[in-house]
């Protein structure tokens, strides 16, 4: 359990930061230096690194604060990175490998301020035949210092840069479990985005009036917004059981169910909060769509929906229908 | 601001898992109907062994015939027998309602002469809620009971009474003042002898060609005044405060467990990527809602009001429930294994009432939308 004053201490921040100046200048490519440099003060990053004392499980709390405010960082990993590799000083980024080209790593968020990129081994960690054993293995990551001016920049459909940079190989690192732990980053990141959401949903319903009352007294509006909560509160058991299992033999099979069942209540949450936005949520000058944005894009980082669904689904076809029970049936 | 705390089972509730386990292995007679809806086996026999284990009124003091076990232990069972498509319906309401709410609100008597009984799977219950023309607005049941004498005559008509031709009770919402301006004022709640008293039980026929429930006529049904549950005028609050069990349940998303089971076996060991996919979908369904579950069995422990989460759990639970056939049968040829085509012939044909029984899907909804200050 992560101690509640960290929790305050990261959201005071994110929110004092995390407006909407900072999320439009970061999609036109400005590193949220100011807010970075809070979380390097306080000790956030330290608390990443292996002997700080901090848990891993208090990482994801507050990667899950940052996806609540939407933070314009790659806070996920580089905070990862500084736990696998002991270095919490260096700016370093993760991306995937490039088949042809050893030294240049693909999808690399913030690409283009990271002074050191590490490559995930594979190019496709989903294509098929996988299995969540494959997954879970203890894998090499190579270690590129890089040249952030030589970044070939790209984005994802929040507008999150997501750049293709080259550099000089500078070492390696032998990770247990990187993907799975980069996916548990963004189902944790969007459990937090989507308790936004709702809270956006709910405040603009209480708002905004027609027909001579609050939308949020309308039935049909309500409704939408309950079946929202529903898939909101799913999120928040997936997620939450997932950081729990970390470290447990378990973690792969909940891991690979929370980044499915979050992802589903993603597109879900983000198709009513629209909705109940009307025309006002599809402008750019209104925030929600920072949150619901994100929503779209994390839902494909690191694994989509079916593709976590199909590892998860061959697990329980390789136990067959006799033993599906008691593998859904764990104790935690 | 929803709070699903994270709630583990504790070691005992895994040691009474084996034991519920080795129990349905023992018994391979009462599983043939595999099942996993708890309204579809009513089997008295196996309900008597269920209580001869201590398995029934799980959590109720000793004194009257329960275990004092915890809220985990209670869930472990249920979902064990659920998954395996025991047939529980005889006890289920009986257990899950009737026995907490004759503890809570019933007198000294009441408790003696009937939680005993029900913790021993020999007194089994029916819900009298609904009416001709009450179902979703409760308060407006219209069934009325005046006094006559040391005791109650009661006219009216219940409705959707699951098992009560089968079962030997009725806790019974009635009238006992006329309405005023509070219409939630003047309810209360009679214990009805469905065997002794002179009702007239008709079952009605449902969709899968079953007969479950019930329409039961009151004409001068007279009831002793000894039943009356709890304080007269007082059955608004009691039922309510029934429903917070009634709805956080695993009954609530394993009606359709068996067709996911029967999916894998039809699947078999080398499925397609489709079925994968639809194995792994509905897989982090049953684990994600079985968490959420599991969360208000420990607020349940706690004395936690559950009202909100209750309905949450109910509400993506059923839909859920409704999701499973529906990508199931996508996922294999048309043409398929028999036992998956049983299994999902009996889900899809109970499917409609997985949304119904319980409090509807839009009363749920409002339940929801009040509890996040939208009404």
Redesign the interface.
């Known amino acids: 359990m992560t101690d509640p004053l960290l929790l305050e201490s990261a959201e005071r921040i994110f929110r004092d930061y995390a407006d909407k100046a900072l999320w439009d200048a970061a999609e036109q490519g400005t590193f949220a230096r100011d807010l970075w440099q809070a979380l390097v003060d306080n000790g956030f990053t330290a608390m990443a690194l292996p002997d700080s004392g901090f848990a891993l499980g208090d990482l994801y709390a507050v990667l899950k604060v940052a996806g609540q405010y939407a933070a314009p960082l790659p806070l996920a990993e580089a905070l990862l990175a500084a736990r696998w590799l002991g270095d919490a000083e260096t700016m370093t980024s993760i991306g995937l490998a490039l088949p042809e080209a050893p030294e240049t790593a693909s999808a690399v968020p913030w690409g283009r301020v990271a002074e050191q990129v590490l490559v995930l081994p594979q190019a496709e960690p989903f294509a ?1 035949p996988q299995r969540l054993a494959d997954l879970s293995e203890r894998s090499t990551l190579r270690v590129l210092s890089t040249d952030p001016a030589a970044a070939a920049s790209g984005s994802n459909l929040a507008g999150e840069p997501r750049d293709q940079v080259s550099g000089t190989l500078a070492g390696s690192v032998e990770v247990a479990q990187p993907v799975l732990l980069l996916a548990l980053a963004r189902a944790v990141q969007m459990a937090g985005c989507l ?1 936004q959401v ?2 956006l949903a ?1 405040d603009y ?2 708002e905004r009036a027609q027909f001579g009352r609050a939308i ?2 309308f ?1 049909a ?3 939408m ?3 929202a ?6 999120a ?3 997620s ?2 997932a950081v ?1 299992a970390l470290g447990s033999e378990r973690f792969g ?2 891991l ?3 980044k ?2 979050v992802g ?1 209540a993603a597109g879900v949450v983000a198709e009513i909060a629209h909705q109940v936005h009307g025309a006002m949520g599809f402008t750019h000058e209104h925030q929600l769509h920072h949150f619901t944005r994100r929503l779209w894009a994390w839902r494909d980082e690191y694994g989509n ?2 593709e ?11 136990l ?3 033993n ?2 008691g ?3 764990t ?2 | ?2 709070q ?1 705390d ?1 709630a ?2 504790p070691a005992e ?2 040691t009474l ?1 084996g034991e519920v386990r080795d129990f349905l292995r023992s018994e391979p007679g009462f599983l043939s109907h595999r099942n996993s809806d708890f309204s579809s086996g009513h089997v008295p026999e196996f309900s008597e062994l269920l209580g001869a284990r201590g398995w029934i009124g799980m959590t109720w003091p000793r004194a009257y015939g329960g275990s004092e076990r915890s809220f985990f232990e209670r869930y472990v069972v249920t ?2 027998l659920l ?2 498509g025991a047939p529980v319906s005889a006890h289920w309401i009986a257990d899950r309602q009737s026995g907490p709410l004759l503890l809570r609100f019933g007198s000294e008597e009441q408790r003696r002469t009937y939680v005993p009984r029900i913790a021993a799977g020999k007194a089994f219950f029916s819900i009298g809620m609904s009416e001709p023309n009450s179902g979703s607005d409760l308060a407006s049941v219209r069934t009325r009971a005046e006094l006559d004498g040391d005791g109650y005559r009661i006219n009216g008509t219940k409705l959707w009474s699951t098992d009560a031709h089968r079962n030997h009770f009725m806790i019974a919402l009635v009238r006992t003042e006329p309405p005023g301006d509070n219409r939630h004022a003047g309810l209360s709640q009679l214990i009805i002898d469905l065997k002794n008293d002179d009702v007239d039980v008709r079952p009605i026929r449902n969709i899968a060609g079953g007969e479950d429930f019930n329409e039961v006529v009151f004409k001068d049904t007279f009831v002793p005044r000894d039943r009356l549950v709890g304080e007269p005028g007082n059955g608004w609050a009691q039922v309510t405060s029934e429903l917070g069990y009634e709805r956080s349940g695993p009954e609530r998303f394993l009606s359709a ?1 068996r067709v ?3 999916l ?2 039809a ?5 397609t ?1 489709r ?7 509905l ?10 579950s599991i ?1 208000v069995a420990g607020m349940l422990d706690r004395g936690r009001d559950v009202v909100v ?1 209750a309905a ?1 759990v109910k ?2 639970g059923n839909n859920f429930e409704k999701l499973v056939p529906e990508v199931a049968r996508l996922a294999l040829p048309s043409a398929t294994a028999a036992a998956f085509t049983t299994a999902y012939r009996d889900t899809q044909l109970a499917s409609p009432s997985f949304t119904l029984r319980g409090g509807t899907r ?1 009363i ?3 339940v ?2 009040r ?5």
């Open positions: 098929d308790n709702l809270q709910i319903a209480g949020a007294k039935q509006v309500q409704h917004l309950a079946a909560a529903a898939e909101v509160a799913a928040q058991r997936a939450d059981s729990a099979a909940d690979a169910a929370a499915a069942r589903e929906e079916a976590w669904q199909r590892l998860l689904g061959a697990e329980v076809s390789a067959g229908a006799d599906a029970w593998f859904i049936a104790p935690a | 601001m929803l699903f994270h583990s089972l509730a895994e898992r979902e064990e998954a395996a467990y996911f089971a029967e894998v076996r699947a078999g060991p080398a499925p990527t079925q994968r996919e639809v194995i792994g979908r897989a982090a369904h049953f684990m994600t809602l079985r968490r959420m969360s989460e949450l509400e993506l839009e749920l909804r409002g929801i939308a509890g996040l200050g939208l009404r």
